[in-house]
């Protein structure tokens, strides 16, 4: 970190982002010099860092940024079959395997219904749900069509129409179709990462 700080110094960087931090790190790597934004996977389906993560940037005042709002497209109802281009990455994630692919789909289910409900697509309230977090929560979804980046963009007038008596029934049909509370990893079928994934990031 103290590297970093010294290139904003010399001017060559604007701001210093973190990627996939603990709330321990995000506060020492603060203590050197101020993070503008953490960067972090997060959607329906890996609420994990919402524990620590998130509120920690909250405490600092320090923006975060969920990439794969969409669980890697899961979430919006594709990639449930096992079908994958070659050299797609998520052939080799635990959560798209077979078995895991089949337990899960529940969770894009209800994901399908509730944006029916909405009147919004699955990815539009994936995303909203994240906007309507906060205004300190930007998501990061990536696409290459512009088709899905229109439908992304869609999920800002989604957001205002999340009321909070919503959250109650969203969470109350979540513990019926996963078993477990929102958020709670042991609702969700797999690991989100892989084992070469996690060698490649400990490296």
């Not at 590297?3 to 790597?29: M, P, Q």
């Not at 219904?113 to 990061?140: F, H, N, Y």
């Not at 512009?146 to 129409?161: E, F, I, Q, S």
Request: proline residues 6%.
């Amino acid at each position: 970190m103290e590297g970093l700080a010294g290139l904003v110094d010399e001017g060559k960087l604007a701001r210093i982002g973190l990627w996939e931090v603990s709330a321990e790190t995000l506060r020492r790597a603060n203590a050197v010099h101020l993070v503008s934004a953490v960067q972090t996977e997060c959607s329906l389906w890996s609420r994990g860092p919402e524990a620590e993560v998130l509120s920690t940037c909250r405490e600092l005042c320090i923006g975060f940024v969920p990439y794969s709002p969409l669980g890697r497209g899961f979430l919006t109802g594709r990639f449930q079959d096992g079908q994958f281009e070659d050299g797609d990455f998520r052939a080799s994630l635990p959560r798209f395997q077979d078995e895991a692919a089949q337990a899960n789909r529940r969770i894009a289910d209800l994901v399908a219904m509730m944006a029916e409900r909405k009147g919004c697509t699955p990815a539009q309230l994936a995303l909203a749900w994240l906007l309507a977090q906060g205004r300190d929560i930007v998501p990061s979804p990536g696409t290459k069509q512009p088709k899905y980046l229109r439908d992304n963009v869609g999920a800002v007038a989604v957001t205002p129409n999340l009321h909070p008596p919503e959250a109650g029934a969203w969470r109350s049909a979540w513990r019926g179709c996963a078993g477990g509370a929102m958020g709670d990893p042991r609702s969700v079928s797999g690991a989100r990462r892989g084992s070469s994934i996690a060698v490649s990031l400990a490296a």
